[in-house]
């Protein structure tokens, strides 16, 4: 089977992977993805190593040293050695700071009349009713209350305690 890229190193690129693999600075895996390409090099100092020789000798998946060889072609180095960040976050923030803060004034609010005290499946239906957002789940809020330390059982919630001074 013909490589689908090959990686010729140059000598610059070579000496400094091969110092990047012998000094103790360099994160695990920088150092694995170096040493990976080191043994890949199909140059005239290279030991040319076959894609599944190579994965084998590192403990990953000759998948990972296909990747690798392809973004060392394509990207270079530097791209190479790094992994590749996401076009876009995993997930949008749907609650932000604003909201926080808007929920626990909410929850330091008067409570509802012919209620005693707020419940977090009531303050998720008025975070909707007031669009706050679109739509709120109970153990989000539950989450957010519980980050700000912020008690729903409590009879102060959401105002600091009284503190006696000491009489001298």
């Not at 894609?51 to 990747?67: K, N």
Request: proline letters at 5%; aromatic letters at 6%.
């Amino acid at each position: 089977m013909i490589p689908r890229y090959r990686v010729t190193l140059t000598t610059e690129e070579r000496n400094g992977l091969e110092t990047m693999t012998r000094t103790g600075k360099t994160n695990a895996r920088r150092f694995l993805y170096a040493r990976a390409l080191l043994l890949c090099d199909a140059g005239p100092k290279g030991p040319a190593w076959t894609v599944a020789d190579t994965a084998e000798a590192m403990g990953v998946s000759s998948r990972t040293i296909e990747h690798l060889k392809q973004r060392f072609v394509e990207e270079g180095l530097d791209a190479a050695l790094e992994r590749k960040r996401p076009d876009k976050p995993a997930r949008e923030v749907t609650f932000d700071g604003a909201f926080e803060a808007r929920l626990i004034a909410l929850a330091c609010s008067d409570v509802p009349k012919g209620r005693k005290r707020w419940t977090v499946r009531l303050l998720a239906e008025k975070a909707v009713e007031l669009e706050y957002a679109p739509k709120v789940s109970h153990m989000t809020l539950q989450r957010v209350l519980k980050k700000m330390n912020l008690s729903l059982t409590s009879e102060n919630t959401g105002k600091s305690p009284r503190r006696r001074t000491p009489r001298s």
